[in-house]
């Protein structure tokens, strides 16, 4: 999708639409939107006094044959209240404009800037919920029905503003494409991406995107001992794969920190012996979204060049059975030389991530996030709406939480108290990868990874109720989200 910036008044635009947002309040027709009252003759005022314009957040107000107008459709997307508008809000609006439009066969149209926010941002989030929006899962089906919209044009921001309206632009394509770089890849079955598949694609991004790139394949997994990893890989005839990505920039000091990106990616999640119901299994493909998310945040850090060292690192394979499979009650090393008892197969998220953060660690990484699907316990706490977060130093995490609420993604913070860590503690090895006691499954999956994280400032998301959408949104399609990107790569350029 091409997207552009246009300086021309937005009444002279010659397109199929114009899209621009309203808000809600005693009278939603003030600003922007009085301007397109008094063009269209009052329109506006009639259609707010019938309570058919109200600028409820996501309501969609459409006009043919706009007066004033050179456009050949008005859209009027509903943004809420005026005081809570947020990028999060803005790039919503952008999504459901192009998403409603598309869905009426238009190929391209304007977006008219409308709310206060500073000219980058709001910029940039445009850009970003018209680039997600313009994303469908529809890459195997034959008949694509051709909804694709082909290009974009931005208007109506203040003249004095179009340097950093540009900026905005650029920083929104990057991390917008990069999200759809990780939505590809999560959406894609595990007949199609296997963990050598997936090593393939991310040495080809880090190459294209200039970032050094290390593939570990079986036998150097084998070498180096990483015999949790290999636990979970020895059920498959598929061999496992460790991914390491490297963005260095050009002037980092000496003791400057290095950020550890350690992201989950089974490509397929059967549970193993400790088998999974047959009902809904196959979302199961999305058990690499982890994974996929740190190969997109580095695809973006590639561009933005932030000045601060970051090491991805993703342990990917299957975790299925067959006669090699491990089994209920199996002990084994992982690669820091602790024991592990596997209690259950299918809590095999943590067992390859204990290695992966082992070997984070030995590249010299000082800071870590992981990110994955760890646990169905946190639907149970938190639903399809808030990304558990976890950690083990708490300025590190207020840190991750800063650029949540920056990037308008939802966290929650969960506790993280010693009382939890007995529920691991190993009967016959020194842990065990399920907790014995009862609940707070989501916190003893937590306590696992960071056994392995020791004293390194450590957090860990879980993305099993946000990674995939169940249905379709106004903004985005059904399926990956790509959820915790944006808020990581707003966490590096913060540092
Ligand atoms: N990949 C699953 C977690 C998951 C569950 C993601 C549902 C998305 C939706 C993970 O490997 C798993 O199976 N976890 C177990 C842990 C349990 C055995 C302690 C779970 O959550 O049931
Ligand atoms: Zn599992
Ligand atoms: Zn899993």
Known sequence: ???????????????????????????????????????????????????????????????????????????????????????????????????????????????????????????????????????????????????????????????????????????????????????????????????????????????????????????????????????????????????????????????????GLVGKAVTFDTGGVSIKPADGMEKMKYDMAGGATMLGVMRALAVLKPNVKVIGVVPATENVVDGRAQKPGDIQTAMSGKTIEVLNTDAEGRLILADAIHYAKQLGVTHIVDAATLTGAIVVALANINVGVFGSDQSWTDKLLASAKATGEKMWQLPMDDEYREFIKGSFADIQNIGSGKGGGSITGAWFIREFAGDTPWIHLDIAGTAWNDDAKPWLAKGPTGVALRTLIHLVQSL
């Not at 939107?33 to 314009?53: N, P």
């Not at 919503?92 to 800037?113: I, N, Q, T, Y």
Request: charged share 25%; aromatic share 4%; no cysteine.
């Open 1 to 259: 999708m091409q997207i552009t910036l246009e300086s021309k008044a937005y009444t002279s635009l010659e397109t199929e639409a114009i899209v621009t947002p309203v808000f809600e309040g005693d009278d939603p027709i003030q600003g922007r939107v009085a301007e397109l009252d008094k063009l269209t003759g009052g329109l506006l005022k009639k259609l707010a006094s019938t309570g058919e314009l109200t600028g409820k957040t996501l309501e969609l107000t459409l006009i043919h044959a706009p007066a004033g107008l050179k456009a050949a459709r008005l859209l009027l997307v509903g943004a809420g209240k005026r005081d809570q508008f947020t990028v999060a809000a803005l790039r919503k609006v952008a999504g459901v404009g192009l998403r409603s439009l598309k869905s009426k066969g238009v190929k391209s149209f304007a977006f008219l800037a409308g709310g206060t926010l500073p000219p980058e941002d709001g910029s940039q989030a445009v850009v970003e919920g018209l680039i997600t929006a313009n994303f469908e899962t529809d890459k195997y089906k034959t008949d694509k029905k051709d909804k694709k919209i082909d290009s974009v044009v931005l208007v109506g921001f203040p003249e004095g503003s179009l340097s950093e309206v540009r900026k905005g632009i650029e920083r929104g394509r990057v991390i917008a494409d990069a999200q759809n770089f990780t939505r590809d890849l999560v959406n894609e079955p595990s007949n199609k991406l296997t963990p050598r598949v997936l090593a393939e694609r991310a040495e080809a991004m880090a190459k294209e995107s200039g970032l050094a790139v290390d593939i570990l394949d079986e036998k150097k997994i084998a070498d180096l001992k990483m015999g949790a990893l290999l636990s979970v890989a020895q059920g498959s005839v598929e061999p496992p794969r460790m991914i390491v990505v490297t963005y260095t920039p050009t002037n980092v000091k000496p003791g400057a920190p290095v950020i």
